[in-house]
């Protein structure tokens, strides 16, 4: 009984896991030291996050750059592109200025808002627990 207990509750957990979160890898600097490139991390789907809670200045979120941005700095893609950064302001419209934790002068420099503007809460995917 326990063990039918136990993978029951493991079963659960790992479908919760899967139908709420997403996993990405990290590519590039941007966000060092606090995410090193390589590295996998799970982020809660937006959707199910803004249920609970509402996005603040320090909330490290993965979101689509805007086609009309994707030329920016180099970063020309056909495919979405999914970017993982802190929010370092909040506007009066809600708009989200994100940037990477890499300091501008570093040799991981950050492409973020300073270069391509701010981004909208809708298009946010999901955030970093």
């Known amino acids: 009984m326990l063990c039918a207990l136990f993978v ?47 996005l603040k200045v320090g909330d490290v979120v993965s979101f689509l750059l805007d086609d009309d941005k994707k030329e920016l700095g180099g970063y020309c893609r056909e495919e979405e592109m999914t970017l993982i950064k802190r929010i370092t302001g909040i506007d009066e419209n809600g708009m989200l200025f994100v940037e990477g934790d890499a300091r501008r002068d570093s040799k991981h420099d950050s492409f973020d808002s300073n270069d391509f503007g701010l981004v909208s809460v809708s298009s946010v995917r999901g955030v970093w627990v």
Not at 41 to 53: A, T
């Open 8 to 54: 029951l509750s493991f079963g659960f957990a790992s479908f919760v896991r899967e139908a709420l979160t997403r996993e990405h890898q990290i590519e590039g600097h941007s966000m060092h030291p606090t995410l090193w490139h390589g590295c996998l991390i799970r982020v809660v789907h937006f959707e199910s996050y803004s249920y609970v809670f509402a």
